[in-house]
Nanobody, 127 residues
Framework: QLQLVESGGGLVQPGGSLRLSCAAS????????IGWFRQAPGKEREGVSC????????NFADSVKGRFTISRDNAKNTAYLQMNSLKPEDTGVYYC????????????????????WGQGTQVTVSS
C-alpha cells in the first residue's frame, strides 16, 4: 500500500520560496503519476501541478505557471514542488497525490484519478 507524507510547509513572506517534499513508502513511486493540490480556507481543493510516471512530463495551473516547478526523484521515492515568488493567494494546505498508470505522456492538473493522498502540509504566505 502506497503511503505519502508531505513536508516543507511553513510561513513565508510574499516573494519568498518554499520546497515541498512528498515522500512515498510502501511501494516504489516509479509506476505512479503524481499531483499536487491545495486547499485554501473556505475554498474547494484545486489542482496545482502534475508529473507523469514516464518521461516526467509536467503541467501547471495557470495561477502558478512560471513560479512553481514539479519534479520527482524515483531513487529517493520522493516528489517535490518548488514554489517561488509566493503570493498571499498561494496560502493553503498542500497535498500530494498519486495514481498508478504506466506509459502516459501527459497529465491533467486536478485530475480525479488520484487515489492515494498525503495528509497535507500548511503553507502560509504573509508579511
Amino acid at each position: 500500500q502506497l503511503q505519502l507524507v508531505e513536508s516543507g510547509g511553513g510561513l513565508v513572506q510574499p516573494g519568498g520560496s518554499l520546497r515541498l517534499s512528498c515522500a512515498a513508502s510502501g511501494v516504489s513511486l516509479e509506476a505512479y503519476n503524481i499531483g499536487w493540490f491545495r486547499q485554501a480556507p473556505g475554498k474547494e481543493r484545486e489542482g496545482v501541478s502534475c508529473i507523469t510516471q514516464s518521461h516526467g512530463v509536467t503541467n501547471f495551473a495557470d495561477s502558478v505557471k512560471g513560479r512553481f516547478t514539479i519534479s520527482r526523484d524515483n531513487a529517493k521515492n520522493t516528489a517535490y514542488l518548488q514554489m517561488n515568488s509566493l503570493k498571499p493567494e498561494d496560502t493553503g494546505v498542500y497535498y500530494c497525490a498519486a495514481f498508478r498508470y504506466v506509459g502516459r505522456s501527459w497529465c491533467r492538473v486536478g485530475s480525479q484519478e488520484y487515489n492515494y493522498w498525503g495528509q497535507g502540509t500548511q503553507v502560509t504566505v504573509s508579511s
